[in-house]
Nanobody, 128 residues
Framework: QVQLVESGGGLVQAGGSLRLSCAAS??????????MGWFRQAPGKEREFVAA????????YYADSVKGRFTISRDNAKNTMYLQMNSLKPEDTAVYYC???????????????????WGQGTQVTVSS
């Protein structure tokens, strides 16, 4: 059983910053062998890819809409992934989910079905 728990969401004004965390745990879970990603879902919209990071942290990927503003990172020693969000815009308002999947199986990083495990989500609201 793998658990992913997000934290760090909240209400922020446009132009502000937030840092999301995703803590992973599980009896047989090896965080360092998992590809991890962030997705978000706004009301009435489909879940969309935000960013992903390979097992070693050496390769990162971003949606065009967040490139240059968001930074994904991970600390394998702490079984934790982060999403630093700067220059936030009202259109970034959504529930943010972290997701994880075995590195050898996650090929299409932007596709939600590639990931086996999901957190419960954390709300990010950006006011104009």
């Amino acid at each position: 059983q793998v658990q992913l728990v997000e934290s760090g969401g909240g209400l922020v004004q446009a132009g502000g910053s937030l840092r999301l965390s995703c803590a992973a745990s599980g009896r047989t879970f090896t965080f360092s062998s998992y590809t991890m990603g962030w997705f978000r879902q706004a009301p009435g919209k489909e879940r969309e890819f935000v960013a992903a990071i390979r097992w070693s942290g050496g390769s990162t990927y971003y949606a065009d809409s967040v490139k240059g503003r968001f930074t994904i990172s991970r600390d394998n020693a702490k079984n934790t992934m982060y999403l630093q969000m700067n220059s936030l815009k009202p259109e970034d308002t959504a529930v943010y989910y972290c997701a994880g999947g075995p590195a050898h199986r996650v090929v299409e990083l932007t596709t939600p079905t590639q990931y086996d495990y999901w957190g419960q989500g954390t709300q990010v609201t950006v006011s104009s």
